[in-house]
T-cell receptor
């Protein structure tokens, strides 16, 4: 089952613009993570935000978390052509002794030169 | 440093044939290990996860199985493949800090 749902499913913007992707989830979480996937490759971890945090930054990335609305957003500022990829949110419910990490359906981001 | 290896990278198998995908992690001990499947253009579906040798949790009932014969080895198997088993299979490990580290994936086409 998929815990998170990203919105929009696809996004096309001009290079230099900011890109915002949203994620909604259904149950309580321990943390929420964002990943990036280039076509045909494995996923790469971008940023993790814990349930007691509201905002986190990493370089050109800014993630927010609203646990009352069960939602998160990923902002990529000053986009570059190399940012073209699919982006996924993932939630960690810390089930038993293992982290059961469930992914959403992803947002396909295209950066136009 | 830790690395994760998956093989084979690509395979084409006939319906009804067996499957074995292997994943190994180097540079760490007792990692949590995961198998995910990704259909074309879709998100990741959690198939199995493991907290230790011989300890496997299954998320989706299907004709796939997983085994963990050694601490850093995770194997995905099937006795008889179905057309619906086609997809991109990803192995990942978790160092208890939350994030997952993924292998490069195995692309399976069942004909």
């Amino acid at each position: 089952s998929q815990q998170g749902e990203e919105d929009p499913q696809a996004l096309s913007i001009q290079e230099g613009e900011n890109a915002t992707m949203n994620c909604s989830y259904k149950t309580s979480i321990n943390n929420l993570q964002w990943y990036r996937q280039n076509s045909g490759r494995g996923l790469v971890h971008l940023i993790l935000i814990r349930s007691n945090e509201r905002e986190k930054h990493s370089g050109r990335l800014r993630v927010t978390l609203d646990t009352s609305k069960k939602s998160s957003s990923l902002l990529i500022t000053a986009s570059r052509a190399a940012d073209t990829a699919s982006y996924f949110c993932a939630t960690d419910r810390q089930y038993s002794s293992a982290s059961k990490i469930i992914f959403g359906s992803g947002t396909r981001l295209s950066i136009r030169p | 440093s830790q690395t994760i290896h998956q093989w084979p990278a690509t395979l084409v198998q006939p319906v009804g044939s067996p499957l074995s995908l292997e994943c190994t992690v180097e540079g760490t001990s007792n990692p949590n290990l995961y198998w995910y499947r990704q259909a074309a253009g879709r998100g990741l579906q959690l198939l199995f996860y493991s907290v230790g040798i011989g300890q496997i949790s299954s998320e989706v009932p299907q004709n796939l199985s997983a085994s963990r014969p050694q601490d850093r080895q995770f194997i995905l198997s099937s006795k008889k493949l179905l057309l619906s088993d086609s997809g991109f299979y990803l192995c990942a490990w978790n160092p208890y800090t939350g994030e997952l580290f993924f292998g490069e994936g195995s692309r399976l086409t069942v004909l």
